[in-house]
Every structure is written in C-alpha cells, then in structure tokens.
C-alpha cells in the first residue's frame, strides 16, 4: 500500500520568510496530491492539491510542486505570517473513489513575528 | 459545497462500554467513507474503509470486531466502539469523496474520551 514520508516534523520561520515541506511517496498509481493544514481539535482543512498531469500550482502565497519521477511533492509557503503557524499534512491517493487519502506525519509550522 | 457530518462532536464514556459515531454527507451521496482515528500530535491514520451495502475494508491492525462499521445507505456510514478502553480514547474523523473522484470531505470529528 501507500507509504507517505514529510519533513520536517517541526519548522520554525520568521515573519515574512519562506517555508518548505517536503512528502515523498511510494505508490507510483498514486496520482492526487493534497496538503492540509489542521488546527487543534479541528478538521483537516485543504488549502492546495495537485494531479498528477502537472508539476506545479499556485495559490497566491502558496504553491505545490511535484516531481512524479523521484516520487516527491513540496509545500510552498512565501512571506509567511504569524497566522501560518498550525499543523500541515502532506497526503497521497490514486484518483479511483474507493481509495482512501494516506497522510505524512505531520509538520508543525511556527512562524515568530 | 459537500459537506460531511458526525455525531457527537464530544462523547465519554465508561470503560466496557459501546460507543456509536455517525458520519452523514450532507448534500451528496458517498458510496464510499473512510475512517480515520487521530492520537495526540499523531497523523491521522486510517483505519477502514465503509462500502455502502457491503462490508467495510480494515487496515491492518485494527480489530473489524472492536470497531464495527455500518453503511446502510449512501448518505450514512456508522462507527461503533465496542468495549471501549481508555487506549481508545482519540479523535475519530470520518471522510467521503465528493462528486469528482479525487477531493475527500472530512466530518468535523468526534473526540472520545474512555473513563
């Protein structure tokens, strides 16, 4: 089955500077790439997804990429802001609906002002 | 929107007790759920997969006659904790496909407390 790897665990920023999240995947059917960022006692919020027929995506301050061949995606945070900081989940899924979205570990985001 | 619910939001119970979850999409059918349990500072892992008029699919590990999976309909899917013990104390998240194959919809989860 799907395996998800993310780093790092933990991250610290400053105001204004970029952070990177890295997941790596196994499963190369694995073709829809979501991160989620996740307050304490809350659901799973999407803030950006990829498919597989592209390499990158962005959403303002936010970007993906996805490099299908080493079987890795990133999360792209730019001048970042103290309201940044939470939990945010890499996840991995074959684009069939009975399959079920696999997540990384986890990284929390602390972003000092 | 689709939108998934679950009830209770919070619920405590005692140890050897059952304890039921129900996860509802709201606005869409789901053929298909999925049920995640989440421990503290942990990632949400997932632990069977609800197929409306069949059997659910266990992950490995977790015991199909401890965490009974119900899916009667294509808009209702239920968890019931049987025997509940206190290391069954967790966020219960349940998720269902919205109407593209690709996008999940996640319930607000159900935070159980074993006493």
């Known amino acids: 089955g799907e395996n998800v790897e993310q780093h790092p665990s933990t991250l610290s920023v400053q105001e204004g500077d970029s952070a990177v999240i890295k997941c790596t995947y196994s499963?190369?059917?694995?073709?829809?790439f979501p991160w989620y960022k996740q307050e304490l006692g809350k659901r799973p919020q999407l803030i950006i997804d990829?498919?597989?027929?592209?390499g990158e995506k962005k959403d303002q301050r936010i970007a993906v990429t996805l490099n299908k061949t080493a079987k890795h995606f990133s999360l792209h945070i730019t001048e970042t802001q103290p309201e940044d900081s939470a939990v945010y989940f890499c996840?991995?899924?074959?684009?069939?609906?009975?399959?079920?979205?696999?997540f990384g570990k986890g990284t929390t985001l602390s972003v000092s002002s | 929107g689709a939108v998934v619910s679950q009830h209770p939001s919070r619920v405590i119970c005692k140890s050897g007790t059952s304890v039921k979850i129900e996860c509802r999409s709201l606005?869409?059918?789901?053929?298909?759920m999925f049920w995640y349990r989440q421990f503290p500072k942990q990632s949400l892992m997932l632990m069977a997969t609800?197929?409306?008029?069949?059997?659910?699919?266990?992950e490995q590990g977790v015991e199909k006659d401890k965490f009974l999976i119900n899916h009667a309909s294509l808009t209702l899917s239920t968890l019931t904790v049987t025997s509940a013990h206190p290391e069954d104390s967790s966020f219960y998240i349940c998720?269902?496909?919205?109407?593209?194959?690709?996008?999940?919809?996640f319930g607000p989860g159900t935070r159980l407390t074993v006493t």
């Open positions: 998720s269902a496909n919205g109407p593209s194959s690709y996008e999940q919809y």
């Open positions: 499963d190369s059917a694995s073709n829809y």
């Open positions: 990829i498919r597989s027929n592209v």
């Open positions: 996840a991995a899924k074959a684009g069939q609906a009975g399959t079920a979205l696999i």
């Open positions: 606005d869409f059918q789901a053929t298909t």
């Open positions: 609800s197929n409306e008029g069949s059997k659910a699919t266990y």
